[in-house]
């Protein structure tokens, strides 16, 4: 019985050990800011990234902290 309860122990120990170590591992991403449209000619950015029901196409780039 008393092993029964330190197995129990560790594999709470190890869970949580588990769950802290991924919010190490995480990365943070920044804005998306909006990129140029490649299927038109020219460099026209677009003022925002945006979709809707007729219109669901939009390109962005985004960076990420390391």
């Known amino acids: ?3 029964n309860k330190t197995k129990n ?3 709470l120990v ?3 050990m ?3 170590s991924t919010s190490i591992l995480a990365q943070t991403l920044n ?15 677009w003022t925002a990234a945006c979709g ?3 219109f669901n196409e939009y390109y ?3 960076t990420w902290l390391p």
């Open 1 to 3: 019985m008393d092993t």
């Open 9 to 11: 122990l560790l594999l």
């Open 14 to 16: 190890l869970t949580v």
């Open 18 to 20: 588990m769950l802290g």
């Open 31 to 45: 804005q998306p800011t909006p990129a140029d449209n490649p299927n038109l000619a020219g460099n026209s950015v």
């Open 52 to 54: 809707s029901a007729s």
């Open 60 to 62: 962005i780039n985004f």
